[in-house]
Structure formats: C-alpha cells, structure tokens
C-alpha cells in the first residue's frame, strides 16, 4: 500500500451541522427545485441559464459576482432561470498546480481538504442567503457530493467523468437535474449510455454502505464539443449536431429528453468571446426548428467580473485562474440578448 492516511474526514452530516440551512433558504431551494425540474418535465417554457466561473476561486468575489447576476436574474425571470455556477470542484485539467476551492480554499497554498470542506459549504450558504439564488456545481468526486447535495438544484458531471461507473451511479440518486457532458472523444453513445444509467434504480457500494437509488428521471445531455486524436476541437452544437442527438435521445426511449448546450468548452475551443455567436446561433436553430425548441433547455456560459483568465499569482479580482471566461459586462449583455430571442 503506498496510501498514506492522514486523518479521518468529517462526515457530511458534521460538516452541514456547523454551517445548517435556515428555513427560509430550504424553502427558496425548495422552490427553485420545482421551477427547474418543471423546465426538463416540458411544463414550463422558461429557458435555464447556467453561468459563472470556470472555477469558483474565492468567495467574495463569487458572491459579488453572483449579487450581480441575480439582479439581471430578477428582470428576466418570466423568460429566463438563471442558475449560478459555483464550481467548487474545479481544477485545472491536468490536476495539477490548483486543484479547485474543495482542495486549496486559498489558491497560493497546499492542500487542506478539512477547510476546503468548510469553505465550500459557507460559500453556497452565504450565496444563497445574499442572493436568493441556488446554485450549480461540478460532481467530480462522487462521494462529496454529500457535503453539499442540500444547497444544489443543478448538477453536472464532466466530460473526464462520464464514462465512470461510479458517478453514473451517484446520479441516480440525485433528486435534481444533473446533465452528462459528452466525453472529450465526442462520442455521444457514451453521453446516451450514461443517461440511461443514470435514470435506471442500482444497488451499490457508497460512503461504506449499501445503498438503493430510484433512478434520476431529469438526468440529461451536455454538449460540451470534443478533440479529435490529432488534438482538433470538433463542435456539435450546430442545427446538424442537435437533430442528430435528438433523434438518438427518441431510439433510446429516455426520460424527459433534453440538453444543454455549454458554449465554451470544446465547442469554442477555450475561445471565450466566441461564447456570444455559439448562443446566438442555438437560439436560432430553436427558432427554426420545434424540434430542437422543445429539446435545447438551456445554455452553459463560463462568466466571471474580469474577462480572459490570469496565473494564480496575478491577483485579478473576478478573474479566472482556470478556463478564460466572458466579463460580467459583455455576460450581463448576452443575457438581455438572450431573453430578448426567447
């Protein structure tokens, strides 16, 4: 064995403890659940936004970022839900140097997953309780999913995850919308593979128990873009890309059909600006096709205060220290844009 055990984490229950939900927030998630899932359901026709940081880095600048959009939120709420990202998870790709608040709540220091517990928790909560917003995040490591499962109405699994056993498994029993990205390679096989998993019941191995899930029936698609073998970005957010997923999503007979399309990713290839034509051209196939209206729900921005992205020690406020990201300006922008298409 060549694991060193440092120290036993503390369970999720001890850490939701120390930082509970009040009433008032557990009924404003409550709520934001319903209207979300309502959207998947095909009961409501308002249009999901799920924008933010690449990674949420640090808290004051999240939550000033968030205070912002959930201005805008409030003048386009009969058309639009917008949906904070608050990736906690979020590392660089290759895993190393930042590793994403849950492992470095300071960026600039080694890892303390004990207070990176902690950070996470008490940044959801003090965002929801300025805001009035629930947010989404990043499922990378199934098992911390617990820590903060009562403060997320939106999930996503990554592109690198997808194809895992265990985060398929996790999602069917999730009890809000958790989108699959496609894999890196773009097969959408695997994506559709994953759906289905997702919203099937299992019994399996989980936190040391045995544990039974129902199935999550609002599991869905993400296009997220792929790279070819010769390291090429390939797009399929296109009219042609959505047809297609949507007359695979009917063979296979899934639950309330839908995708979301992330703008940035492989489908910009990392190019964040292009984020503003990706938008406006899926939104012009919705309108150009019922099909596609009825099956794209929503779209994925990365988004923060400062355009582009910086190296950790730049200390940028509001800047991305991952993925380069849209400014709050040309993003507060987009949004308008966007309503104003719906």
């Not at 009917?250 to 489908?267: F, G, Q, R, T, Y």
């Amino acid at each position: 064995m060549s694991f060193e055990f440092i120290q036993k984490m503390p369970t999720p229950e001890m850490i939701k403890e120390e930082f509970p939900l009040t009433q008032e927030m557990k009924d404003i998630k409550a709520q934001r659940d319903v209207d979300i899932k309502a959207v998947f359901a095909g009961e409501s026709d308002k249009f999901l936004l799920i924008i933010g940081p690449c990674s949420a880095d640090n808290e004051d600048s999240v939550t000033d970022y968030t205070t912002r959009l959930a201005k805008v939120a409030e003048k386009v709420k009969d058309k639009i839900i917008i949906i904070p990202r608050i990736y906690t998870n979020k590392p660089r790709t290759t895993g190393m140097g930042y590793k994403g608040m849950l492992h470095q709540p300071d960026p600039e220091k080694k890892p303390d997953l004990i207070a990176g517990l902690k950070a996470i928790r008490q940044m959801h909560i003090r965002i929801l309780n300025e805001t009035g917003l629930t947010g989404a995040d990043e499922m990378l490591y199934p098992e911390n999913h617990h820590y903060v499962d009562d403060i997320l109405s939106y999930v996503a699994v990554g592109a690198r995850s997808v194809e895992d056993q265990q985060h398929r498994l996790t999602v069917s029993g999730i009890d809000v919308p958790t989108g699959m990205k496609n894999p890196t390679s773009g097969t959408l096989s695997v994506m559709l593979n994953s759906i289905t998993a997702a919203q099937s019941k299992h019994t399996f191995i989980f936190s040391g128990y045995e544990v039974k899930t129902t199935g999550n029936e609002y599991a869905h698609a993400i296009l997220r873009g792929a790279v070819n073998k010769h390291g090429q970005v390939i797009p399929n957010y296109h009219y042609e890309d959505l047809i297609l997923l949507h007359e695979l999503y009917m063979k296979e007979n899934l639950l309330n059909p839908a995708v979301i399309v992330d703008c940035n990713h492989s489908n910009s290839g990392k190019k964040y600006e292009q984020q503003v034509r990706i938008a406006n051209e899926v939104l012009h196939s919705m309108r150009h096709s019922s099909e596609i209206g009825n099956f794209v729900k929503g779209l994925m921005i990365e988004s923060y205060i400062e355009p582009g992205a910086q190296k950790v020690e730049e200390h940028v406020y509001g800047k991305s220290i991952t993925d380069p990201c849209l400014g709050w300006d040309a993003s507060e922008q987009l949004i308008y844009n966007i309503a104003e298409q719906l």
